[in-house]
């Protein structure tokens, strides 16, 4: 209980900076860039500290390259945008300073199509684009620092942790404004529909999210959704795209875009998140349905292989993902899957050529990497492995999975410094400040280590020092 105080403590620290940075006093137009990418670390670091984030290579590289997508037809941007996946039921997304989107999986797992992430991708942008936040502090949309802090604090933690965050910032005496103003979904809301048109993607997606949101909207409105109570009116918005579209048209080059890669996404996430029970009825239930496509079906026998998987019965798991790939002769991220299975199986030396083969045929694979390096480390080949692994690290740097098992590498050929930074930027990422700290003072204490690993932990430590300011 202690702990879990002294996170909220900091979080509300770090926000009050968010707060006094893009303050009345600061218009946001001198909010400099520094500044923002500093605060956006922070913030990053006290999500990580709050919720645990699925950052598994092929996770966060899907949703990465749909953002990246918004991000090629919005312009030049200021930040580096940063896209991540938070394990919640919650119906929730939000913006943060420096381009930091997170998405809750609870929200994902309501949507029906890659058009409609990225209407709701293409929408959190918009926010970013427009800096409405800052504006909205600008504007005297926040009374004070200290009630913007509770206000984003509430909307970030959302469930039953909100109400008593938003009543803390109302006891003040101030009046804390959690929505979005009307100008502000409607730039939103207007920019993700140009967006989408440029991208040649279907706009009506767009109205589609808004109508799951006032469906739930209508169905839970004892307790509205935390993406509800931030990104008001889905009724008005959702007249106001159709407005839209009524007026332009559908463009007659609107790509088909194929599902395949967001349903296998969808399911990754259901079978990290739901019962499993639940998802047996769930995908049971879509392989039942009179009118499902060989797409519904093949995708909701992804969903059972990689729940078999999950649970250990590898071979229904490998039977069940041979039926996709079938189907999918041509989908190399399945080969990865049943890669991995075979790897969590034992039959490394099935797997060997498989993942072999992916890696070589898709260089750009962050989920071939990692799968071929958990294995090469499994069959004892750790060079191997690691060079798989800084794949990975030059695109996903902070992912602490990844960061822990290269150094139990090093642990194991006695290079203990080089082990204990790693551990260090491993726990940091995980959000454990302490421990990160007291990897970080035993791998300093290493005379042994070369001096480029001591110049990183140096880097590690100043990181370190700016977080905990």
Request: aromatic share 8%.
């Amino acid at each position: 209980m202690a702990q879990g105080s002294l996170s909220l403590k900091k979080t509300v620290a770090t926000l009050c900076t968010v707060a006094l940075l893009s303050g009345s006093a600061l218009p946001a137009a001198s909010f400099s860039i520094k500044e923002e990418r500093e605060v956006g670390e922070k913030l990053v670091y006290q999500v990580r500290q709050a919720f645990p984030l699925l950052e598994e290579p092929d996770i966060s590289q899907y949703i990465t390259s749909l953002g990246d997508d918004v991000l090629s037809v919005a312009g030049i941007q200021y930040f580096k945008y940063h896209f991540y996946v938070i394990k919640s039921s919650e119906f929730n997304a939000f913006s943060a300073p420096s381009g930091m989107i997170f998405f809750y999986s609870g929200l994902i797992t309501k949507m029906e199509s890659e058009n409609e992430l990225v209407a709701v991708l293409a929408h959190e942008i918009g926010h970013s684009v427009k800096r409405h936040i800052a504006s909205g502090q600008k504007e005297g949309a926040y009374s004070t620092g200290a009630a913007l802090a509770l206000a984003i604090l509430g909307i970030a933690v959302g469930g039953d942790a909100a109400p008593a965050l938003i009543t803390g910032a109302l006891a003040t005496g101030q009046t804390v404004n959690l929505h979005y103003s009307r100008v502000h979904e409607q730039e939103a809301d207007a920019l993700a529909y140009h967006w989408l048109c440029k991208m040649k993607r279907n706009p009506q997606a767009e109205v589609q999210m808004l109508a799951i949101m006032r469906r739930i909207a209508r169905y839970r409105s004892e307790k509205l959704p935390q993406y509800l109570l931030t990104h008001p009116n889905p009724e008005e918005r959702m007249n106001t795209v159709a407005s839209f579209i009524d007026s332009d048209g559908i463009p007659e080059d609107t790509r088909v875009i194929d599902n395949f890669a967001f349903l296998r996404f969808k399911y990754r996430l259901l079978v990290l998140t739901e019962d499993p029970d639940t998802l047996r009825n769930y995908f049971g239930n879509r392989l039942a349905r009179r009118d499902a496509t060989e797409q519904t079906r093949a995708m909701a026998t992804y969903g059972l292989a990689r729940l078999a998987c999950e649970e250990m019965n590898f071979d229904n798991a490998l039977k069940l993902i041979d039926e996709v790939i079938t189907v999918y002769p041509r989908k190399r991220i399945l080969k990865v899957d049943k890669g991995v299975i075979l790897t969590e199986a034992g039959k490394l030396n099935e797997a060997l050529p498989l993942l072999e083969k992916v890696h070589r045929d898709d260089a750009a694979s962050l989920y071939a990497s990692w799968a071929l390096g958990r294995l090469y480390q499994q069959m004892g080949r750790v060079q191997d492995a690691l060079h798989c692994y800084k794949e990975v690290q030059r695109v996903n740097p902070g992912y602490p999975k990844l960061l822990f098992e290269m150094g139990q590498i090093e642990a194991r050929q006695g290079n203990n410094g080089i082990a204990n930074y790693y551990l260090a930027s491993s726990q940091l990422y995980a959000g454990n400040m302490k421990m990160a700290k007291a990897s970080l003072n035993r791998a300093l204490g290493d005379t042994s280590m070369p001096k480029a690993f001591k110049k990183r932990c140096f880097d590690l430590q100043e990181k370190i020092k700016d977080l905990e300011k």
